[in-house]
C-alpha cells in the first residue's frame, strides 16, 4: 500500500509541477516514479527507526522491572538478616 501511495503521490506532485512549467508528461511521470520510489525508501528507513527504537525500549522496560524486583527481593532478606542479627544480638547481651 505504502508503494503505490508513494509513486502516485510522486507521480501526482511532478505531473502538476511540470505542467505548470510546461515540461513533457512523460519526463513528469518518470520524474514522480524516481521521487515515489525515493520517499518509499524514506518512509521505510524513518519507520524501522521508530521500530527499533521502539523495541530498545521495551527491553530497557522490561529489564528495569527485573531490577526493581530484584531490589525488592534483596531489599527482604536484608530485612530478615537484619532481624536474624538483632536476635543474635540480644542473646548475646542476655549472656553477658
Known amino acids: ?3 503505490f501511495f508513494g509513486v502516485a503521490a510522486g507521480i501526482a506532485v511532478y505531473k502538476w509541477l511540470f505542467k ?3 515540461i513533457d508528461d512523460g519526463v ?3 520524474t514522480g516514479w524516481m521521487v515515489g ?3 518509499i525508501v524514506f518512509m521505510e528507513s524513518i519507520k524501522s527507526l521508530f521500530a527499533r527504537s521502539s523495541t530498545r525500549d521495551n527491553v530497557l522496560k522490561a529489564r528495569v522491572k527485573e531490577l ?3 531490589i525488592r527481593t534483596l531489599e527482604e532478606k536484608d530485612k530478615v538478616a537484619k532481624q536474624k542479627l538483632d ?3 540480644f542473646f548475646k547481651e542476655k549472656e553477658m
Open 28 to 30: 513528469a511521470e518518470a
Open 87 to 89: 536476635g543474635l544480638n
Open 20 to 22: 505548470i512549467m510546461g
Open 37 to 39: 520510489i525515493g520517499l
Open 1 to 3: 500500500m505504502d508503494f
Open 68 to 70: 526493581e524486583s530484584e
